[in-house]
């Protein structure tokens, strides 16, 4: 093992710094130097420590696990050499995307005898993206993103925004919609007959289950209705909005056992809504 103290001043320094150039300055050595004895680093400890993006760089899950043993300094080099046994991840998603993908990825991971803590991080497609190129969540669920240099974006499925109504509404002529979704602005512009009475409803939950007592109509993403097994329909005759839904995540994630095994997974935990559950 050929890790030395200097190894670990210098991965501590850039662990507590925005960029290598400010790294750099607090070790008084130059920038190029640094850059090389952190990848000769990631290379002897066999784990990627650091993402570098174009706005700087940030900890790794497997740089995060590490970056407290080597400020303790207790067992040192012996615990950054072996495998870390309880890595943390953190997964970036809007709470009506979770809300049908973790349920089933939650239960794939249990066939695996690893010891992972997961963080769940909420937020639009738009901060989750934004959140994974900064390096604050690990794996990103983005509907529709936008390309980003050095992310890899998978797609891995399509879902259906759409008019729904339950079999006994009561008020064909009132609307039920989330103004904030963008997809709803994109609905109502090309819906000419759509009811001039509206209740906004922020969380998606809600909406659906106001849609299925009848209070009104309703533009629900077909994930929702299925993750919520409301016995909803489309209006015929209406607007719909395709959504593409992708997985993103820096390629360091996913050099390490773990990070591939989830992002596998990740990926499987998205069902059509034209399959059974």
Known sequence: MSVT?????????????RTLSEASEKLEMAQPSLSLAIKKLESELNVPLFIRSRIGIKLTPQGRMILPEAQSALKLLLKIKGTPTNLSFKI??????????????LKSMNQFDSKLDLVIVSGSSNEIN????????????????????????????????AVWESRNCYNKE???YNPELIQSSGILSRWKTAPVEKIEVSNFELLANLVESGAGLGIIPGQVVKAQRYNLQKVSGTPTYKDRLALVCYPEIIKSTEGKMIFDELKKSFISTNQKV
Request: aromatic fraction near 10%; include cysteine; charged fraction near 25%.
């Open 5 to 17: 103290f200097k190894d670990l001043e210098n991965f501590i320094a850039v662990a507590h710094s």
């Open 92 to 105: 970036g998603c809007h709470p009506s995307v979770g809300m049908f993908l973790l349920g089933r990825f």
């Open 130 to 161: 934004k959140k994974v190129a900064e390096g604050e969540v690990d794996f990103g669920f983005v509907m529709n993103p936008l390309p980003i240099p050095g992310l890899i974006t998978k797609i891995i499925g399509e879902d259906e925004v």
């Open 174 to 176: 009132r609307l039920i």
